[in-house]
């Protein structure tokens, strides 16, 4: 299986400034066939589902604020929030799609 | 609009069998572009992918689970279910499903999820 790190496991940073969570995989993500890297990144607000904000390591999610960004590839992932909301408080997980089974970070709580 | 909704009881015994069905509304099971898969979340933990099937009854599963995991998927009624027999206080979890983007892909959308509770 692939195991996919997550750090930090909390932040808390300040309303406008900038959020970086990262991941790391195992192995490598990154398929050499189509030079795409299979990770996502989710948002999960309290009591509520995950929701896709990244695919591909970087394309966003149509009607995702332009403050949520991907970066990384291989086995090195960054999300970034640019200017953090306080509608952004929640926990970010990100799993590989690259093999069977697929599997998440642990999370990361972000808090303001 | 995608809508996923699961059902299925709220307590399980111990030893018994965990079922449960989501019902997808907005799209088909049969469309041949998606899989439609089941992830578990324990009270304040991560997530864990369970499985997932094909509307042409192809299933893989998570290692950790294969042996007391069945997904099946019933295309008259728009409908694919798990069933997760021996169960213990550890299957305690949010059971969600959702639907998968290709045999390799992200998992959009998600239905909100139900409390399974195991105990006597």
């Known amino acids: 299986d692939i195991v996919m790190t997550q750090s930090p496991d909390s932040l808390a940073v300040s309303l406008g400034e900038r959020a970086t969570i990262n991941c790391k995989s195992s192995?490598?993500?990154?398929?050499?066939?189509?030079?795409?890297?299979?990770l996502v990144w989710y948002q999960q607000k309290a009591g509520q589902p995950p929701k896709v904000l990244i695919y591909w390591a970087s394309t966003r999610e149509s009607g995702v604020p332009d403050r949520f960004s991907g970066s990384g590839s291989g086995t090195d992932f960054t999300l970034t929030i640019s200017s953090l909301q306080a509608e952004d408080v929640a926990v970010y997980y990100c799993?590989?799609?690259?093999?069977?089974?697929?599997?998440f970070g642990q999370g990361t709580k972000l808090e303001i | 609009q995608v809508q996923l909704q699961e059902s299925g009881p709220g307590l399980v015994k111990p030893s018994e069998t965990l079922s449960l069905t989501c019902t997808v509304s907005g799209d088909s099971v049969s469309s041949g572009s998606y899989y439609w898969t089941w992830v578990r979340q324990p009270p304040g933990k991560g997530l864990e992918w369970i499985g997932y099937i094909y509307y042409s009854g192809s299933t893989s599963y998570n290692p950790s689970l294969k042996s007391r995991v069945t997904i099946s998927v019933d295309t008259s009624k728009n409908q694919f279910s798990l069933k997760l027999n021996s169960v213990t206080a550890a299957d305690t979890a949010v059971y969600y499903c959702?639907?998968?983007?290709?045999?390799?892909?992200?998992?959009?959308?998600w239905g909100q999820g139900t409390l399974v509770t195991v105990s006597s």
């Open positions: 799993q590989q799609y690259y093999s069977i089974p697929y599997t």
């Open positions: 959702a639907r998968c983007r290709g045999s390799l892909g992200w998992f959009d959308p």
């Open positions: 192995q490598s993500v990154l398929y050499s066939s189509n030079n795409k890297n299979y």
